[in-house]
């Protein structure tokens, strides 16, 4: 599986922005799909994940309310729609495939990830 995380930009705080991940593969649709972020000296850090029918999602504390997470399985795509976006947002952010075929309950673990996108830049200004 091959992902591109793709949609990063500058934005100004209270601002939108959509991140889109795109995966090659025939089997993306059975896996569950998370987005991470990380900032310079900081770990990476779970934000947003979708079990494989997008019947279950999970959001961090810190973007719950603000950011959804969905997917379109006919374009092998996972989004992040992020509003009301904060300078702390700012960070690289990273999509990846699970390692386990449709896993019931998403995880928050990055380890358990087999597959990850380039990332995509968001800076938020204040």
């Known amino acids: 599986v091959q992902l591109q995380a793709f949609g990063g930009g500058l934005v100004q705080a209270g601002g939108s922005l959509r991140l889109s991940c795109a995966a090659s593969?025939?089997?993306?649709?059975?896996?569950?799909v998370g987005w991470f972020r990380q900032t310079l000296g900081k770990e990476r850090e779970f934000v947003a994940a979708?079990?494989?029918?997008?019947?279950?999602?999970l959001y961090a504390d810190s973007v719950k309310g603000r950011f959804t997470i969905s997917r379109a399985n006919a374009k092998n795509t996972v989004y992040l729609q992020m509003n009301s976006l904060q300078p702390e947002d700012t960070a690289v952010y990273y999509c990846?495939?699970?390692?386990?075929?449709?896993?019931?309950?998403?995880?928050?673990?990055?380890?358990?990830?087999?597959?990850w996108g380039q990332g995509t830049q968001v800076t938020v200004s204040s």
């Open positions: 990846a495939v699970d390692s386990k075929i449709r896993r019931v309950v998403v995880t928050t673990t990055s380890a358990e990830y087999a597959y």
């Open positions: 593969g025939p089997t993306f649709s059975a896996y569950a």
């Open positions: 979708i079990s494989w029918s997008s019947s279950s999602t």
